[in-house]
């Protein structure tokens, strides 16, 4: 692929993030197995939350920090996968990474406890993250971002951590925090599914390319800027509008409309298997109390024929 060819090192691969994120692992390291003990109520860490956390850096490094990153500037079907991992797996990995006794000790730091509650609020985490997701993929608001660094960081960061909330109170296991029924968990789903389709129904079903970054040849090379290299900048200015045609062979229209469907294709599958774990775990919890009003049903029969025999 002319990608490999065009991009230095460095423009494809992120090493300086790929140290940051490594850093984040240590750290994880040294206060989930290393310093646990220096936590109260610490517990150790099971091999399933080290597997999530681990399944977090690297799908992170994978949408941040390898060529998809680079190609997210070029393609927004390419977007709309990193999109896709950012705001509905990775934050899923992350809170299931996360040791609940850790879990504990950062909520109920002083500062910390009352913002938490309140962005945990399953109205308040449905419509902040919705209406930001709206918000970033307003065709003026998308072509700005993707060419300051600054603001592209901050959406993507502010997506990340809502997607966080959004989550929270379906997959926590603290008893702490909300408590939601089945039924409403199930409810809670299905409304942020028909929430995010404004967003993913315009970029579908739009006549005509309306991202600058993706159709305007121009645009579309000061978008690279923001995850390319100088050097491999100045390899791509001798060759001009054509560059635009090599990297999407798809089109502008045909480009945006996959990047749409894939946007709803994986919400749909991620937000299915939640709906299926959560009617699996609330069949297990009827099932456990079914069994419990039986075994109680039979220790009261046995009881009332020893008083009668007696």
Known sequence: ???????????????????????ILFLYYLITVKYRKCFKQSEPLSKNQAAFFIGFILLLYLIKGSPIDLMSHMMLTMHMVQMAFLVLIIPILFIKGIPDWLWKTVINIKLIKPLFRFFTKPLISMLLFNVLFSFYHIPLILDFSKTNNFYHALMHSLLFFLA??????????????????????????FANGALMLPACALIIFADKPIYQTYSNPETWFN????????SSLLRLESAGPELLKIFNPLGPLHDQQLGGILMKTVQEIVYGVIIAIIFADWYRKDQKEALEEERKAYNLKNNNKEIANQ
């Open 1 to 23: 692929m002319a990608i490999f060819y065009l991009f230095d090192f460095r423009s494809l691969w992120s090493p300086f993030f790929s140290m940051y994120l490594f850093l």
């Open 164 to 189: 966080i909330f959004l989550f929270w109170p379906v997959l926590n296991n603290l008893n702490e925090s909300i408590a939601m029924s089945g039924i409403l968990k199930t409810g809670y789903i």
């Open 223 to 230: 978008a690279l800027a923001l995850c390319a290299t100088p």
